[in-house]
């Protein structure tokens, strides 16, 4: 049983999380492919889909205009995994403000119930790395790239905290659908992509 697994291939870290999946595949030792995608077809054959960092409303314009988008929702929806990082979350979420503008018009998933804020922690030159844990997932430190990234100030009776930075909500996991504030494609631990890999075996099985 091979798993095939893509990157959604818009926009954004996409080389970077196409070479965490594959060290994450080989260290499991799982039969398995990674690939990048665009449309609607490739998307539709996957077992698991992660969603990278860049510009969320890139990435939405362009899935919405393509297609994907509506693909993308019922797959999700009908329980294939995902991994949402940075603007993925964004993309996941089912209401997005940003700290400086406000409201904002983006084409959004709504598959998780979060209120969530962009650019929660500032700017690109505001970046930082920290210490996090995410202890429910069996990962008790991880070190968080934080880029431009959101925050979660408020989220629906059916989705988990998985991890705060500084009373922030930083990572959430509904089911089948993960989502992160800062990105683990850009350092060389490859738990979590260790651990959604194992959610796609666990949930094609």
């Known amino acids: 049983m091979s798993l095939n697994v893509g990157v959604l291939s818009i926009q954004g870290d996409v080389q970077e999380n196409l070479l965490s999946v594959k060290a994450a595949i080989d260290e499991l030792g799982i039969d398995g492919k990674v690939l ?18 860049g510009e969320s409303t890139t990435i939405g314009q362009l899935s919405l205009v ?6 993308l929702k019922e797959k999700i929806e009908n329980g294939m995994p995902v991994l949402g990082i940075c603007a993925g979350m964004i993309m996941l979420s089912n209401s997005a403000s940003d700290r400086i503008i406000g409201e904002t018009d983006q084409p959004l998933l709504n598959i998780l119930d979060i209120k ?18 995410l202890d429910s997932i069996g990962i008790p430190k991880f070190t968080g790239v934080f880029i431009r990234a959101p925050s979660v100030s408020d989220v629906g009776s059916d989705v988990e905290i998985l991890s705060k930075f500084n009373d922030r909500i930083i990572a959430v996991k509904k089911g089948n659908v993960i989502g992160t504030s ?12 260790k651990y959604f890999i194992n959610l796609v075996k666990s949930l094609k099985n």
């Open 36 to 53: 990048g995608v665009k449309t609607p077809e490739e998307i539709s054959k996957l077992d698991g889909l992660i969603i990278p960092g």
């Open 66 to 71: 393509n297609g994907s988008l509506k693909v």
């Open 116 to 133: 969530l804020e962009r650019n929660s922690f500032g700017r690109q030159k505001e970046s930082f790395e920290a210490d996090v844990s």
């Open 182 to 193: 800062f990105h683990p494609e850009l350092t060389k631990d490859f738990s979590l992509h």
